[in-house]
């Protein structure tokens, strides 16, 4: 299931911009200034049909001989690309068609976008140089949220972005259809000197730490703060299970040669929507591939919400819930944390109620704490409130 680009089979009215990078002189390329090596550092607009595409930082088209030879556009860190439409049309997706681990560094810019994981066409390019070395062609699909008016994109940290097209998805305003599907996808490996986009307050080499006064100590047993990342329709919380012994901090680290999420001992983490339009249909977590003591996702739990299953030949652990609605939770063991590559969340669109079953369903809400423990009698504190198929994180005074 390729979830990032599953869209509603009833949006037929769709069209699709593509800007090829591939042909000779795209976009009176030949006329841009460059610098001594080819670089190019200054703004440009480049317009298909009714998208145009703005880049900007650091960028140039170069021939790629692992791509059989194409000329393709190639971005540099911080380099951005920004699209927009002409009034009247709105933005569904924007597919990155790229090769296989080249793409890996960019990142959606605009609050409600994702970019999903990447996704490989079985297409191969043969090696110029090299008859043997094969390189499969992969796309990646960033989604709004909701249809817009305009995404933009931005390479996070160092790493060449290596393109050779780009296909706009977009309909007019009122031929809008919101997906049946779509997908949040974060990328960890991103970590560099400050944290990417969507995770500001997690650094390299610094836990977020269970110390009130942020001292950088974390004495076992304390009092857990709960760290909330929102982004997008996505709300990720870092909270503490209380086991002895445990930490329940989070950081950014660097292990084998790859940048990831650290989770500290006794770490749950919580995954949600903060839509009721939509419902978690999984969650894969990415363990780091790179580390030959093991990424230590296979001795996770969770509730009785949901079922885990882990492949450990990729090192894949992916959550599917029991019923409709619920939210994601799943806990490090106490004696070993776990390293993250990624995190992907997919959602499904909320089936439309019908039954007076289901509406009453609807109306009574469900609590749980951040560990994810069902209570029917909240107390005061912080917990995690589902009411149909809307998961919402309350404080109750």
């Known amino acids: 299931m390729v979830a990032a680009a599953l869209l509603s089979s009833s949006a037929m009215n769709a069209e699709v911009a ?37 880049l900007g930082g650091k960028y140039r088209r170069l021939e790629q001989k692992a791509f059989g030879g194409l000329t393709c556009l190639l971005l540099y860190q911080n380099t951005t690309a920004d699209f927009a439409v002409s009034d009247g049309y709105k933005i569904r997706t924007v597919t990155f068609f790229t090769g296989k681990g080249k793409c890996a560094q960019l990142t959606a810019a605009t609050d409600g976008a994702s970019l999903g994981a990447e996704v490989l066409t079985g297409v191969e390019y043969e090696h110029s140089t090299n008859a043997g ?62 944290a990417m986009i969507d995770f500001p307050d997690i650094k390299i080499g610094s836990w977020w730490t269970t ?85 230590k996702l296979d001795v996770m739990k969770t509730d009785d919400n949901g079922v885990l299953s882990y492949d450990a030949e990729t090192r894949l652990l992916t959550w599917t819930p029991k019923e409709a609605g619920a939210a994601c939770l799943l806990n490090t063991d106490p004696d070993s944390g776990a390293y993250i590559e ?18 009453e369903a609807a109306s009574t809400p469900v609590y749980f704490s951040l560990q994810g423990i069902r209570t029917d009698k909240p107390g005061k504190g912080l917990y995690i409130r589902r009411q149909g198929s809307k998961v919402e994180k309350v404080l109750i005074r």
Not at 24 to 50: C, M, R
């Open 18 to 54: 593509t800007f090829d990078f591939t042909v000779d002189n795209p976009y009176g390329w030949d006329s841009f200034g460059k610098d001594a090596d080819g670089y190019i550092t200054e703004t440009h607009q480049l317009d298909e049909e009714v998208v145009s595409l703005s």
């Open 133 to 194: 070395t094969m390189l499969g062609q992969a796309t990646r699909t960033g989604q709004c949220a909701e249809p817009s008016e305009a995404i933009g994109f931005i390479v996070g940290a160092k790493g060449t972005q290596v393109i050779s097209k780009i296909e706009v998805d977009y309909l007019k305003d009122d031929e809008v259809v919101e997906p049946q599907e779509y997908s949040a996808f974060y990328n960890f490996t991103l970590f560099g000197e400050t």
């Open 211 to 295: 110390n009130p006064d942020d001292e950088g100590v974390y004495p076992s047993g304390s009092e857990f703060r709960p760290l909330t990342i929102s982004s997008g329709n996505t709300e990720i919380t870092f909270s503490y299970d209380g086991t002895p012994g445990g930490h329940g901090n989070v950081r950014g680290t660097t292990t084998t040669k790859q940048n990831n999420l650290q989770l500290g001992k006794g770490t749950c983490l919580t995954v949600s929507t903060k839509t009721c339009d939509y419902q978690l249909l999984k969650v894969d977590l990415q363990g780091n591939r790179k580390t030959s003591s093991g990424c």
């Open 342 to 359: 990624s995190i992907c969340a997919v959602y499904e669109k909320v089936k439309q109620q019908t039954g007076t079953a289901d509406i």
